[in-house]
C-alpha cells in the first residue's frame, strides 16, 4: 500500500508541483461548489516568510485557474508580517482580506473583532462541499489553536510543535542515549560535546534551545519545561503563578540546558531562525525545534545532514512531557470586501489536495495526509512518533491558547526568561516579574 | 550725508559695510552649503526608508499585471515603515500615480483624496525637496524595472528642526563673529586712519586756513613720504606760488584802482552829461509847449473874438484859416507832448464813470463838420447792449475815437465812415463788459504788407504823400499805445488798397457803473449861459494881450479886473485890496506863479477868495506842485466857456439852458445869436461854400425841425449876413471849446 502511494506521489504531486505546467484540477472540481462564483476578483493575501507559506507561492496559479480569483501573494519576514497584519487589522482598511495567524494573536484579533467567523462559510453549500472539505481530517489540537470562545476564526495550514531534533549519526558515534528527560538532556549535551571537542569536532556544538527574549521566543519552549515540571504560567483564575517551585525548578534545569558548556556562543539570546540554520547546516548536534522544521532538512539539497537526524518528543518532567503546538492558520479580515473569495482560497489552501501538494514544503494539520504522504515518505520514525503525539497530546499553555494578554504577559515572562539565562537568580527574577504580570493583568 | 560725513566715519563705514557684505555672503554661502548637505541626508534616510518598499513593489509587480493592485497595498507597508521611522522624524509617506493621485498612504484614510496644499509635486518629480517650513518632502520614483516609466513616485515627509537650529546657530555664530570682527576692524582703522591720514590732513587743512587768511610763512610738515606728504609738498609749493602770486596781484590791484576810479569819473561824468541832456529836452519839450501855447493862446483867442465880431466874408474866410491852422498846430504839439509822456512812461489813466453813448455821439458831433466837407456820410452805431455808464478813462478813450476817426474821414475821399460802439462779454454777476470801438470807411484802404507798420511811430502808409495828407505819423502810435494803456487791443482790416479800411478797438473787462455825479454837473455845460454877479477880478499875466484875452472872453459879465504884471505886483494890489477871484499865469518874470501862490498862501491863510491858475505849462510837476495851493489848474489855450464854468464854481452866478436874450440878460448887442452846436456847424460850412440856397434851405429846416417856434420870433427880422456872422462866431466858440477840453 505504501508502496502505491509513494508511487503515487512521485508520479502525481510532481506534475502538480511544476507552477507553470497545466495543472489537472479535477482534485478541487470534484468538490461540490461553484469555484467560478468569484471570477475576476482580486485578493490580497498576506503570508509569512515560514516555509509552509514558500511552497504555496507555486501553486497559486492553480488556485487563480481553478477560480478565477486573481491573487496578490505578499510575503513577509515574521515581524513584519505581524506589524501589517495589526495595521490593516486595527485600521479597518481590507487591504489584506486573507491573514495568516498564530494562536497568540489570535485572541487580541477576536477581542477587537478584526476576524471574521468562518464557521458560517464552512456551512454554506454554496460555498463549502464537506463531503469534499473533510474538515473533521483536520487535528483537533490544531483546530483548538483556531477558534476562540467556540468560535472558529481561522483554519490551520501548518501544524507544528517543539519537539527535539538530534543528530543521530553523533549520538550513536559517540553511544549516547537519546535524552529523555531535562536532565538528561543536560547530562547529554556535556558527555556529547566533550566527545565532540575529543573527536575533533569542536565546531558542532551538542545543545542549543531558544533563548532570545520574544513573546513567541523562547516562551515556546520554557513554557513546555514549566509545565512538564508541574508549574504553569497562570492558574484557573489567570493568576500568574510563574514562581512557583516547579517553575523555579524547570527554570533552573531550562537555564542549564541552554548555557555553560556544551552551548554554542551567545546561547542566550538565540532566535530560533538562528537554530535552524545552525542545524540545518550541522553546527548543532541536538536542539528544540518546531516540529515541521523537517521541510527544510529533508533532502540534499536543503541541508548536508539531510540523512542524519531524527527527531523526538519533547523531554519527559516529573509532571509528565509537554510542548507547545502552534499552527499557522489562515484568517479572513472582517473588513474585507471579497469575504466569500477569500474562504475559496482557505478552502483550496487547507484542503487535501493542496496539502498534497505542499508535502515538501508544510506540516500540514491534517492527519490523513501525514498518514498518506509523509509516514511512507519520511525516514525519520523518532519525528512521526512525534508528530503523532503532537496530534494526539499537544496541547498548549492557557496563556498560549488565545489568550488576548499574551502578547503583553508574554514579553514580560520571555525577558525574566532571557535574564536568568545570563545568570539572574532564579526566584528572585521570577517572583519580581510575577508582580510585574500581575499589574498588567489587573490592568489589561 | 555721507558726503558731509568725515573721512574717518566713510573710512570706519566702508570698512563696516565690507565686513558685513563679506561675512554675509560667507554666512549664506555656509547656510547653503549646510542645507544641501542636510537635504542629501534627508535624501539619504528617505532611499533607506522607502528601500524595502522600492523592492516590495518590483517584487509583487513580477507576479501581478496590476500596477494599480500592487501601489495600492503599499499604503500598509507605508504604514509599518512610517512607524518603525517615526523617530527619525518621518511625518508621512505615501505613493502617488502619474496621476498624482494618493493611491498608498501610511494614514489609509488619505487613499484617494487629493495631496494636500503646499506640496509641491512637479518639483519633487524633478528631483527637488519640497519645503515648508521645518517639513521636506522627498520623491522616489517608482520602478517595477529597469526598463519601463516609472509607474508613480514614493513620497517621504520628514519633520527635520536640526537645519532650522543649524542655521539660527549659523546666524548667532556670524552676527557674534561680526561683532567682534567690527569692533577689533573700528578700533584699527581708527588708530590707524587717525595717525596716518586725519591727523596730517588737519594739520594740512589749518595749514590752508592759515594760508587763506594770508599767512604764507606758516611752516609745512612734509616729513612724511606717502600720499599724504606728497600732498604736503604740494601744498608747500602751491603755498609759494600763492606768495608769489599775492605779490604781484597787489600791483595788479592798484592799477585796477587806479583805472576803476578813473572809469568811474568818467561814467559819471558822461551819466551827468546824459541826465543834463535828458533834462535839457525835457524841459526843451516843456519851455517848447509852454512857449507855442503861450501865443497860440492869444491867437486862438483873438481870432475866435475877431471871428464873432468880423462881417466881412473875406476876413473871416482869413479868421477861419488862422483859427484852423493853429488848431492844427495844437494839435500836433499835443500829439508830440502825448508821444513823449507815453514814451517816457508818464502817460497815466483815470479811470472815472462816463457814459459811452454820449461820447459817441460828442465824437459825430466833432467830426459831422469835416465829412459834410468832404461830401462823405457820417454814420453812428450804438448797440443796445452797451451800459449806460463805464468805468474808464473817457478822455483817452475820447482820444482813439477822435484819432481813428479824424485819420478815417481824412482818407475817404467819397462814401462813408461809420463809427460802431458795442459791448460784449457781458458778465452781470462781476457787472464787467467788454468794450468794442470800430471806425470803417470806404477809403482808400491799407495794404496787407502795411497794416503792421502804420501803427510804427512815423510811420505813414507808403506811396502816401504827406502833403496830401499832412500829420506827423504819430496818430496811430499814439493811438495804439493808449489803446495799451487802456488794457486794451487794436487791430486793423483792410481788404486792400481802395477797398476801405476798419479799425476796431476792444477794451475788455470794463466795470458796469452807475452815473457820476460830478459828471452830471458838468454835462451839457457847453451849452449854458452864465450870469454872474458883480465881481473884482484881479489878472496876473506878464503878457498883456494874454490879460486882454481874458478880459475880452469875460466882457459881456458885470466884472471889475485889476492887472498886475507878475507875482509882486499881484501881492502889492493884494496889500491894498480885496478881490473876488484871482486869475494868475505860472510863469513870469520877478516873481511866478508858484511863488505867488505860496505867498499868498502864506500871507492870508483865511483868504476867502479863490486863485485859479492859468498855464501854458505841460509839465506834470507844474500840476502836482500848485494843485494844493489853488483851487483850479486850466490848461492854456482855454477857451471861454471852459474858463466860465470853472469860474460859476467859485463865483455867485444865475446858469440856464436858455440862450441869453441881449436885451433880457442885460447882454452886448454883439453877442450873437446861440443855436443848437449841429445847425451851426451845417450853417457855417454853407457859409463857407458860399452856398446861399443851401444856406436857405439850412433855416428852413432849423426852422421846421428844431426851434421853430423861436426862430418863427425871431429869424425873419434877421439879415442873412447877419445869420452867418453869429452861425460862424457860435461855431468857433464850440471848436475852441473842444479842442481847450481835449488838451
Known sequence: ?444 | MIRESKILARLMLIVSGVMFIVLSASTVVFIKEVRSEHIQNLRTAADNVVAPMLKEIRNLAQTSDNIDWVLKVQSINARRLYEDHDSSGVIEILILDQENRIVAHNDISLVGKPIREGLNVRSIRNGSISNEGEKYWIGDPVYVDSQSEPVGIVIVGFHDADLRHHVITVLQTAATLFLIFFMLALGLTYFFVTRQITRPIIQLVETSKAISAGDYERPVDVSSLDEIGDLARSMQQLQAAIRDKVADLEGYKAQLEEEVKKRTGEYLAAKEEAEDSNRAKSRFLANMSHELRTPLNAVLGFSEILHAQESSKEKLNYLSSINSAGNTLLALINEVLDFSKIESGKMEVQYAPFSPRELLNEVRTMFEQRAAEKDIRLLTHCSRELPDYLLCDAFRLKQVMMNLCSNAIKFTSEGQVTLNLDAYDLKLQDQRVTLVFSVEDTGKGIPEDQQEAIFSAFEQVKGQQASEYGGTGLGLAITQRLVGLLNGKIRVESQGAGQGAAFIVTIPDLEITDRDPLQDGLAGSEDKQYRFAPATILLVDDIQYNRDLVMTFLSGQPFRFLQANDGKEALDILGESTPDLILTDLKMPTMDGHQLLKEINQRYPQRSYPVMLLTASVQDSDVRENAGLCEEILCKPVCRSALMAAMARYLRVEVTDKPLDPVEDGLPADSGLILPESQAQKLLLLAQQGDISGLETAVEEIEEIHTRQWYQEHVADFKLDDIIRRSGKLLQELESGEKARSD
Open chain 1, 1 to 444: 500500500m505504501k508502496l502505491i502511494l509513494l508511487l503515487l506521489l512521485f508520479t502525481t504531486i510532481p506534475c502538480l508541483a511544476n507552477s507553470r505546467e497545466p495543472v489537472d484540477l479535477s482534485h478541487w472540481q470534484s468538490a461540490s461548489i461553484d469555484w467560478e462564483q468569484f471570477q475576476g476578483t482580486r485578493l490580497t493575501v498576506l503570508a509569512d516568510a515560514q516555509p509552509a507559506f514558500a511552497a504555496l507561492a507555486p501553486y497559486l496559479h492553480v488556485f487563480e485557474s481553478l477560480t478565477g480569483i486573481k491573487v496578490g501573494y505578499i510575503r513577509a519576514e515574521q515581524a513584519d508580517m505581524r506589524k501589517r497584519r495589526e495595521i490593516d487589522l486595527a485600521s479597518g482598511s481590507g487591504l489584506y482580506d486573507v491573514v495568516p495567524i498564530g494562536v497568540t494573536f489570535l485572541g487580541r484579533a477576536h477581542q477587537n473583532q478584526w476576524l471574521a467567523p468562518l464557521q458560517p462559510f464552512l456551512d454554506d453549500p454554496l460555498l463549502t462541499d464537506p463531503q469534499w472539505y473533510l474538515f473533521d481530517d483536520l487535528s483537533p489540537n490544531s483546530l483548538r489553536l483556531c477558534t476562540i470562545d467556540q468560535t472558529l476564526l481561522s483554519i490551520p495550514f501548518d501544524f507544528s510543535a517543539p519537539v527535539l531534533f538530534y543528530r543521530k549519526d553523533l549520538f550513536q558515534r559517540f553511544n549516547i542515549a537519546v535524552p529523555d528527560t531535562y536532565e538528561e538532556v543536560v547530562i547529554a549535551k556535556r558527555q556529547l560535546q566533550k566527545a565532540l571537542d575529543k573527536a575533533g569536532m569542536g565546531d558542532i556544538y551538542a545543545f542549543a534551545s531558544r533563548t532570545r527574549a520574544g513573546a513567541g521566543l523562547n516562551t515556546w519552549t520554557v513554557i513546555p519545561a514549566i509545565r512538564a515540571y508541574g508549574g504553569e504560567v497562570l492558574d484557573q483564575n489567570k493568576r500568574p503563578v510563574f514562581n512557583s517551585p516547579e517553575a523555579v525548578a524547570a527554570l533552573t534545569i531550562y537555564r542549564d540546558m541552554v548555557t555553560g558548556y556544551g552551548s554554542p556562543p551567545n546561547s542566550q539570546l538565540l532566535h530560533f531562525y538562528e537554530l535552524r540554520e545552525m542545524f540545518k547546516t550541522g553546527k548543532l548536534a541536538s536542539v528544540f525545534l518546531a516540529s515541521h522544521f523537517f521541510n527544510e532538512i529533508d533532502t540534499p539539497e536543503k541541508s548536508p545532514i539531510w540523512d542524519k537526524w531524527d527527531a523526538v518528543r519533547m523531554p519527559r518532567g516529573p509532571a509528565g512531557r509537554e510542548t507547545s503546538p502552534w499552527a499557522w492558520a489562515f484568517a479572513i479580515n472582517a473588513h474585507s470586501e471579497h469575504k466569500g473569495a477569500a474562504w475559496l482560497f482557505i478552502q483550496w489552501a487547507t484542503s487535501e489536495p493542496t496539502a498534497k501538494l505542499l508535502n515538501t514544503g508544510g506540516s500540514p494539520a491534517r492527519q490523513k495526509v501525514w498518514q498518506s504522504e509523509y509516514f511512507s515518505r519520511l525516514n525519520t520514525q523518532g519525528l512521526l512518533d512525534a508528530v503523532n503525539w503532537i496530534f494526539e497530546s499537544g496541547t498548549n499553555s492557557s496563556i498560549q491558547s488565545g489568550m488576548p494578554e499574551f502578547p503583553v504577559v508574554g514579553q514580560h515572562i520571555s525577558v525574566a526568561f532571557n535574564q536568568i539565562f545570563f545568570g539572574a537568580d532564579v526566584q528572585t527574577t521570577l517572583d519580581q516579574t510575577v508582580l510585574e504580570v500581575e499589574k498588567v493583568m489587573a490592568s489589561q
